[in-house]
Nanobody
Framework: QVQLVEFGGGLVQAGGSLRLSCAIS????????MGWFRQAPGKEREFVAAIGWSDGSTRYADSVKGRFTISRDNAKNMVYLQMISLKPEDTAVYYCAGSALRTTALPSLRVSYNSWGQGTQVTVSS
């Protein structure tokens, strides 16, 4: 079992930056990819970014490409999401997730992830 704890959310003005962190504990060796998802009020939880735990390959949703950067620190069992040029439409609860699937491509579907954090709120004011 993998436990995930996110932190770093908050209130920021449009155009500002935030860095989210995800602390991973438990059976960390079972996660082959880590991802970030977000869920805005009244909307489905959507994929934001993913990173391969061993090779560091990355994948992004089109809506955040060029503005968000996912990274990981294997030694510290941490995953990060650096967000710049934030927009009001980025407002959501952001979730860290772990996937144990053996796939050639980084997964972007919610069902591909079996471990989830409790979420951290990001609010971008206009």
């Amino acid at each position: 079992q993998v436990q995930l704890v996110e932190f770093g959310g908050g209130l920021v003005q449009a155009g500002g930056s935030l860095r989210l962190s995800c602390a991973i504990s438990g059976r960390t060796s079972s996660s082959r990819a880590m991802g970030w998802f977000r869920q805005a009020p009244g909307k489905e939880r959507e994929f934001v970014a993913a990173i391969g735990w061993s090779d560091g390959s990355t994948r992004y949703a089109d809506s955040v490409k060029g503005r968000f950067t996912i990274s990981r620190d294997n030694a510290k069992n941490m995953v990060y999401l650096q967000m710049i040029s934030l927009k009001p439409e980025d407002t959501a609860v952001y979730y860290c997730a772990g996937s144990a699937l053996r796939t050639t491509a980084l997964p972007s579907l919610r069902v591909s992830y079996n471990s989830w954090g409790q979420g951290t709120q990001v609010t971008v004011s206009s």
